[in-house]
């Protein structure tokens, strides 16, 4: 997804009253589908038990139209239409909730009016066929509307009003999770610095008082407000101008200004009380991240020894120099190690970047040339290949580095680093991270920044491999790298 300015809107509108209405209609083919097909199972194949009354699919309308009203009714109770943005398993364990209680409705019925000719067992039987069909409409429906994000259709317009550690959380979000379908205009700030500076592609927009006509020069659908608890007044007249001017206005509530998946709520002598996790990752997925990094680390070193080696023999037959290239970086809390990489410039290469400053291409502190005069031939196959990087297993192995984390950072990089730039040194750095899969080198340094604090906030498991997987096709394609 790309996150930028935009004036016009998408031609497709997700989640509006009509798209709803679309689903709405697609469920009601798909339950009237399922229940003939469990008319079929319990009639026609009479599965799991031998029927003793007969009886015509035309005698069942009255019972397929209670289960049609009675499933959309709880459809609609348990909010089945009305969540954005809701993964497959939350949308189906809403739809799983309301359809496990549309069969007591029809055996009360039946038991009640129904003659006894009615299969109870069908009417389950039916039910277990709409799970899967929903289930699988769910999944294709998922798979359309992120497709038709990426090509910029039916994504909602969003400005940020507050640029604080609260505002960045949002941006991180929204930059990490292009699935949730928001193109983020930019961002406005009363303080005089946040507003006027740009966060990496989100551009500063100025301060609240522009919003009104900010909302309608970027056509904006959606208002996300940021800003601290002490400005409630500022707060409640943004919320009122987004009423007047017919746009949804999102308060992001800024108590302790934290990520909702670090609150621990407690009962304190029947109190409610809300407790607060570590930002960063505990200690008992720490010891299974690291378990991770070493299994996996040992395999691919292994496997990978004879790449090595024959791309070290290419490093040292074209000049003269050590193979492997070490260099100081930051670890965890910022703490010095000697990374180790595979050689891709002449040796002196970096006593000759003051030389090339005018030609750094990077902003912030990064420093990054796509043509770099000191990248070697075969320097730049293994570059563009990721070879170099193989080495670096090493200092995974050492406990330097994970597998997945933080992009290791150069000591005069950190030394430039504002404070929440320094939120990306919780954890150890990675060989690959959501900035590898995000756009590697053409990302700005601010966009990196982001992602890498986002994925320390919302560390998984699962999310390590989901990176690991997706960095396999930017290595095959060399896409932003050099």
């Known amino acids: 997804m790309s996150v930028g300015v935009s004036s016009s809107r998408p031609v497709l509108r997700l989640h509006t009253f009509r798209y709803r209405l679309l689903w709405l209609a697609i469920d009601v083919v798909l339950i009237n589908v399922a229940f003939v097909a469990g008319y079929l199972l319990r009639y026609q194949l009479q599965l799991f038990r031998d029927i003793q009354f ?14 049609t009203a009675s499933l959309l009714l709880f459809f609609w109770t348990d909010n089945v239409y009305t969540v954005r943005n809701a993964s497959w398993f939350d949308q189906m364990s809403r739809i799983v909730g309301a359809t496990i209680k549309m069969p007591f409705v029809l055996w009360t019925a039946i038991f009640i009016v129904g003659p006894s000719v009615y299969s109870r067992l069908m009417i389950l039987q039916a039910a277990l066929v709409l799970l899967l069909l929903l289930g699988a409409a769910r999944a294709v429906k998922r798979v359309v ?121 407690n009962d304190f002598g029947g109190i409610p009380v809300l407790g607060i996790r570590g ?63 595979l050689r891709s410039m002449h040796v002196g290469a970096e006593e000759e970047r003051k030389q090339l400053e005018a030609m750094n291409e990077a902003d912030g502190p990064l420093f990054k040339i796509k043509d770099d005069p000191r990248v070697t031939r075969v320097g730049r196959i293994i570059r563009k290949l990721s070879i170099d990087e193989f080495p670096q297993f090493w200092n995974v192995l050492r406990g330097e580095m994970s597998i997945v984390g933080p992009r290791p950072a150069l000591l005069t990089e950190v030394a430039e680093y504002d404070d929440w730039h320094r939120e990306r040194l919780r954890i150890k750095p990675g060989i690959t991270g959501l900035w590898q899969i995000s756009g590697r080198s053409e990302l700005k340094f601010e966009e990196m920044v982001l992602l890498d604090v986002y994925y320390i906030d919302n560390w998984s498991l699962l999310q390590d491999l989901t990176i690991m997987l997706r960095t396999v096709p930017y290595l095959l394609t060399s896409k932003g790298a050099y």
């Not at 007969?54 to 289960?67: E, G």
């Not at 992120?146 to 959380?169: K, T």
């Not at 690291?290 to 395999?299: H, N, S």
């Open 54 to 67: 007969d009886a015509s699919l035309a005698s069942y309308s009255s019972m397929q139209a209670l289960f």
């Open 145 to 265: 509307e992120a497709r038709m994000r990426a090509r910029g259709m039916g994504v909602s317009n969003l400005l940020i009003a507050g640029a604080g550690e609260l505002g960045r959380a949002v941006m991180r979000t929204v930059f990490a999770r292009p699935d949730l379908g928001y193109r983020c205009v930019g961002f406005v700030d009363d303080d005089p610095q946040r507003g006027q500076t740009d966060i990496g592609r989100f551009p500063a927009l100025g301060e609240t008082k522009a919003l009104a006509e900010l909302i309608h020069q970027h056509a904006v659908d959606e208002v996300v407000v940021t800003l601290p608890w002490n400005a409630q007044s500022k707060i409640l007249g943004i919320v009122h101008l987004c009423e007047q001017l017919g746009v949804t206005a999102r308060v992001v509530p800024s108590i302790l200004q934290i990520n909702y998946s670090q609150i621990d709520v």
């Open 279 to 341: 930002r960063t990752i505990g200690p008992v997925n720490r010891m299974l991240k690291r378990a991770f990094d070493l299994v996996l680390g040992a395999t691919i070193s292994l496997a990978s020894l004879p790449l090595v080696a024959l791309a070290a023999t290419a490093v040292r037959l074209e000049s003269p120099g050590p193979a492997i290239f070490t260099q100081m970086r930051a670890g965890a809390n910022g703490k010095p190690f000697r990374i180790f990489k």
